[in-house]
């Protein structure tokens, strides 16, 4: 009887697989995905629309008015272009502050927003910079036939973990 009982506890040793945990594949591995991954961690996914310039844009909608936006990582802060602050209505004045752009000093004035999304998804955003974004504004419409009303830059950016696959044209956020 005890030698048939360590057989029958071999046996089932033998016979029955080890229990591995589930684990997410390495990044470089062919089942990894950077989305599944990401939005299983709770960040939301914004598409992006890629111009014949390589700047990437993305649909905003900023007090309830859509428009289009150049994201922009390098870029300090969210900015509408001045020649759009009543289509978005931005009528309230805000403070002053000077920035430095690509061009050099820049004057920005902060104002209050209602609401905004990128895509589908709601920025808890209190505010937008202003200033004229003319030159490239210009610039974009000239090169790849597309109005630009404003720019996503690094105060969503960072604020709400931005990570951007340029390959698959997606931006995500993990909003706080």
């Known amino acids: 009887m005890r030698v048939a009982m360590m057989v029958l506890v ?23 995905s950077l989305e599944q991954t990401l939005l299983a961690n709770g960040y939301k996914v914004v598409a992006l629309t890629k111009l014949r310039t ?15 936006f150049v994201l922009d990582s390098g870029a300090g802060a969210s900015v509408v272009h001045s020649a759009n602050r009543n289509k978005f209505g931005l009528t309230e004045t805000g403070a002053s502050i000077t920035g430095t752009g690509a061009g050099g000093q820049i004057s920005l004035q902060t ?5 905004l999304s990128l895509g589908t998804v709601a920025v808890p955003q209190p505010e937008i910079s202003v200033t004229d974004l003319g030159y490239v504004v210009t610039a974009i419409q000239q ?23 340029v390959r698959s044209q997606r931006l995500f956020l993990e909003l706080r």
């Open 54 to 68: 390589g700047h990437e844009t993305i649909e905003v909608t900023l007090n309830g008015v859509r428009g289009n």
């Open 143 to 165: 090169a790849a036939g597309v109005t630009i009303d404003g720019v996503i830059g690094q105060d969503i950016l960072t604020r709400d973990g931005g990570i951007i696959d």
């Open 111 to 115: 104002v209050p927003i209602r609401s």
């Open 10 to 32: 071999a046996w089932v040793l033998l016979v029955t697989p080890p229990q591995v945990e589930a684990q997410q594949p390495e990044p470089n591995h062919p089942e990894f």
